[in-house]
């Protein structure tokens, strides 16, 4: 049974560019959430994914983009790149039981550098 | 703003004695609590949560307590071995149904 899923596992940009990280949850999960951890701090919510749509969105700018596909699968844009985006992109899916209980199991994460 | 506080940075315990990580929270919506182990190039680990409902839950070696009143909840790890060294993670969420995390405690087991 695989778990979540992300690529790439590293990224070298340089600011001003755009950014694209793709993530596949666990076999049988509908629902995903992008986290971005900077160094020594906890993962900070970006937004959720279900049923194709932005369910929430934490306080990033709208640099900060998503994409949810049929299969459930996941993408995460971010324009305009700068040096503070640098950090750890953690994906993590659960399954959508109707309560916010709901348990979610995370991704290995993208690592991106912004030069 | 910091919603979810894990006020010890680091913690080194003897193999075989008792780890306590704690946890400290401000919002009262939150409803659900959880506990995540991370490895270095790793995603966190979900290790074990516990609902509003409830004061205690235990899995294995791992037991959760949450003091509502005091917005406080603790991790034990009974007994503690070198495979337990990592950074744990608190993390919180509510009817928003996104984790609020705190920045971490990094536990090392010592031999």
């Known amino acids: 049974d695989a778990g979540v899923t992300q690529s790439p596992t590293h990224l070298i940009k340089t600011r001003g560019q755009q950014v694209t990280l793709r993530c596949s949850p666990k076999?049988?999960?509908?629902?995903v959430s992008w986290y971005q951890q900077a160094l020594g701090q906890g993962p900070q919510f970006i937004f959720q994914?279900?049923?194709?749509?932005?369910?929430q969105r934490g306080n990033f700018p709208d640099r900060f983009s998503g994409h949810q596909f049929p299969n459930y699968s996941s993408e995460l844009n971010v324009n305009a790149l700068l040096l503070g985006d640098s950090a750890l992109y953690l994906c993590a899916s659960s399954l959508d039981r109707g309560s916010f209980t709901d348990t979610q199991y995370f991704g290995p994460g993208t690592r991106l550098t912004v030069l | 703003d910091q919603q979810v506080k894990q006020n010890s940075p680091s913690l080194s315990v003897q193999e075989g004695r008792i780890s306590i990580l704690n946890c400290d929270y401000t919002?009262?919506?939150?409803?659900?609590f959880l506990w995540y182990k991370k490895y270095p190039a790793e995603g966190p680990t979900f290790l074990i949560s516990?609902?509003?409902?409830?004061d205690k839950n235990e899995d294995g070696r791992f037991t959760v307590f949450l003091n509502k009143s005091a917005k406080h909840l603790s991790l034990h790890i009974v007994p503690s071995q070198p495979g337990d060294s990592a950074v744990y993670f608190c993390?919180?969420?509510?009817?928003?149904?996104?984790?609020?995390f705190g920045s971490g405690t990094q536990l090392t087991v010592l031999p």
């Open positions: 993390a919180a969420s509510g009817s928003a149904r996104q984790l609020t």
């Open positions: 076999s049988g999960h509908d629902t």
């Open positions: 516990i609902s509003s409902i409830k």
């Open positions: 994914y279900y049923e194709e749509e932005e369910r």
């Open positions: 919002n009262s919506m939150f409803d659900y």
